[in-house]
């Protein structure tokens, strides 16, 4: 039967071929383009046609005048299919065209197909439940990064319009990053047989998803706990919904990272432990939200030692960002020397000292012409 299958797809796959060469060239069709599609996505579970796949890149990188085409020819096929594997084939290959960074497709704002019902229609659901799962998961994700993508595409656009971000904007941004987040930790394979090589290079391909999403939290995150006491009542306590959520994703990550590394996922096995937000850090900023930790102010430092500060001491002024929120940022991880991964591998500490008093505020403010001291130093 697994023989006929095979048979069977491939000659799908040649009589789709042979149809789209003798389609005519139009602004939505382009015969090259769909028959390299059609081989990039073909029905064969045990091997992916990167050579076609970068043709269709290679296309889309050339001109914005073949993305009519390829959304038409893409769209088209995952229409139709009833196959996990060439729904699953067209997804990987909408998320390279992503990776692309063309400034059309970030404006996009949702995938041009539609599988978040998808079933697959060649074997019984008992044995396909899982693929079917996967790319319903696959798609759910994809599809929000696109929306995601788009917003933030448009918020670029008027950053001209806007002195700056607001705070509360800023850390709405980020929950819709964390749930984002969410949503990729639930592709992963659920049934005993899935562990096939396409399933473990999707994996591959949600890892270094994982990597990107996760570094715009920490990275917005370490932002924002600089800025915590500028914040109002209602920014302080989102801010701390987006540090408790962290926490919780930090602890799903652990293990969805032993989860790939038990299936054989190869980008899994190169990423560092996940460190965890130490608890006293989200008591403390518990403590600032509810208007009981006077005097003091959240620094976070790169080595593990704690010191405390003077009010009146100008060193205090400045903050440096904690690596721990910072090692999944790529920038450290072409900066970095050590061979774990990103990040440094003793981490870092957030600690507590002491806040400038009332008198020291107010003098500076009394000296206005005078430099502010630069409040974030990176290591």
């Known amino acids: ?55 269709v890149f290679e296309w889309v990188r050339t001109s914005p005048a073949h993305l009519k085409p390829l959304v038409f020819a893409l769209s088209k096929r995952m ?42 229609g060649h074997s019984h659901s008992c044995k396909t439940w899982g693929f079917n799962g996967f790319v319903r998961c696959y798609f759910a994700f994809l599809d929000q990064k696109a929306y995601l993508t788009s917003m933030e595409a448009k918020e670029v656009e008027n950053q001209a319009q806007k002195s700056n971000e607001s705070m509360l904007q800023e850390l709405i941004n980020l929950q819709q990053w964390q749930t984002l987040l969410d949503m990729l930790l639930q592709v992963k394979p659920e049934a005993a047989q899935m562990k096939v090589g396409l399933i473990l290079e999707a994996m591959d391909c949600v890892i270094v998803e994982i990597f990107d999403v ?115 940022d790529e920038q450290l991880c072409l900066r970095g020397s050590n061979k774990e991964g990103i990040g440094a591998s003793d981490g870092g500490k957030m600690i507590v000292v002491e806040k400038p008093s009332t008198e020291t505020r107010n003098s500076k403010r009394s000296h206005a012409h005078h430099p502010l001291p630069d409040l974030i130093t990176f290591v």
Request: include cysteine; aromatic fraction near 8%; charge should be positive.
């Open 214 to 328: 996760y570094s715009k939290i920490c990275n917005g995150v370490a932002r924002i706990l600089v800025k915590i006491y500028a914040a109002g009542k209602v920014e302080a306590d989102t801010a701390l919904k987006v540090l408790r959520r962290a926490t919780v994703q930090g602890d799903q990550l652990t293990s969805y990272f032993e989860l790939c590394k038990n299936l054989g996922v190869l980008n899994a096995a190169e990423f560092p432990k996940v460190e965890q937000i130490p608890e006293e850090d989200i008591r403390e900023l518990e403590q600032i939200t509810n208007g009981s930790s006077e005097g003091k102010t959240i620094v976070v430092r790169q080595s593990g030692s704690v010191e405390k500060g003077e009010g009146t001491n100008e060193e205090v002024l400045k903050t440096v960002i904690n690596r721990r929120w910072e090692q999944f």
């Open 79 to 120: 229409e139709k299919t009833r196959s996990w594997v060439v729904a699953l084939k067209g997804l990987m290959l909408m998320q390279g065209i992503f990776c692309c960074k063309i400034p059309v497709m970030r404006r996009i704002g949702h995938l041009p197909f539609d599988l978040s019902n998808f079933s697959d």
């Open 1 to 55: 039967m697994k023989l006929w299958d095979r048979a069977s797809g491939n000659l799908k796959d040649r009589n789709s071929v042979w149809i789209a060469s003798i389609s005519r060239r139009t602004q939505t069709r382009n015969p090259d383009l769909e028959a390299a599609i059609i081989k990039a996505t073909s029905h064969d579970e045990t091997y992916l046609d990167y050579r076609n796949a970068q043709r």
